[in-house]
């Protein structure tokens, strides 16, 4: 019952960047792991970053290490992801999901689910 909302998607040429938003609930916000997700046409969805209610703890998947950085506002009751040197091959729905585990866990439950964002990214 958690609302997540994604903004910021769209379209964006190679090498350029993209700041995504995830407005939370202010009841859970700062109680939850929250992460970004994202899912390509035929593809699993995929964990790509995480950050921990205290910021204390985060996590990046390696195809994005070094290129997007996950951060919150727990005033502001959002998490954001900035995405620099963008590559075609991040072209896919991003999507902002909650967990109330502690910290991220890599294959591990997420609660709650943002409706997506699209972010394409052209040669």
């Known amino acids: 019952q958690v609302q997540l909302v994604e903004s910021g998607g769209g379209l964006v040429q190679a090498g350029g960047s993209l700041r995504l938003s995830c407005a939370a609930s202010v009841r859970v916000f700062s109680r939850y792991t929250m992460g970004w997700f994202r899912q390509s046409p035929g593809k699993e969805r995929e964990l790509i970053t995480g950050?921990?209610?205290?910021?204390?703890?985060?996590y990046y998947t390696d195809s994005v290490k070094g290129r997007f950085t996950i951060s919150r506002d727990n005033a502001k009751n959002t998490v954001y992801l900035q995405m620099n040197s963008l590559k075609p091959e991040d072209t896919a729905v991003y999507y902002c999901?909650?967990?109330?585990?502690?910290?991220?866990?890599?294959?591990?439950?997420?609660?709650?689910w943002g409706q997506g964002t699209q972010v394409t990214v052209s040669s």
């Open positions: 950050i921990s209610w205290s910021s204390g703890s985060t």
């Open positions: 999901a909650a967990s109330v585990n502690a910290k991220v866990v890599v294959g591990g439950r997420w609660d709650y």
